[in-house]
């Protein structure tokens, strides 16, 4: 009979907001959100070059299958940019969430998963509750399990 066994648990990472803290997240949404943009740009691009493409193939007995493509290209790319535009306003929305945010406060960053081991006897929902780890400019400043 095993006595005992290893689980996982989640441990969450719990920032202190600091103008550092907000100056590297800041600077990594201005990152993600500049190709977002960079993406959507060159989808344009791409569309043109294509249609292009496509209209120089073009004879006039494939004048509308040539014309039904091009209109399938640009109704794909139309799609894949509001997606991705979608996507870099959700980033937009997380920087302003970042900018309000008061100095001293405390987020979740993430969740991490940590092994824990369980024996016979044990109240294992006590065992497997989640830790909590909290940092603050990179430092962790408490550890709570």
Do not use: C, W
């Not at 959507?40 to 299958?65: C, G, M, N, W, Y």
């Amino acid at each position: 009979m095993v006595e005992a066994i290893q689980l996982l648990r989640h441990v969450n990472v719990k920032v202190i907001v600091t103008e550092n803290f907000k100056n590297q997240v800041s600077n990594d949404l201005n990152r993600q959100i500049q190709q977002y943009e960079t993406v959507i740009q060159q989808i344009d691009f791409e569309v043109r070059r294509i249609s292009t493409e496509i209209e120089k193939k073009a004879t006039p007995a494939t004048a509308l299958e040539s014309k039904s493509q091009i209109d399938n290209v640009k109704a794909q790319a139309v799609a894949e940019k509001q997606r991705l535009t979608q996507m870099r306003d959700e980033l937009l929305n997380r920087k302003q969430v970042l900018f309000e945010m008061p100095i001293g406060s405390v987020v979740t960053q993430f969740t991490v998963e940590s092994p824990v081991q369980v024996r016979l006897g044990d109240d294992l929902y006590q065992r497997l509750e989640s830790g909590e780890i909290l940092v603050k400019d990179n430092i962790i400043q408490e550890i709570k399990f």
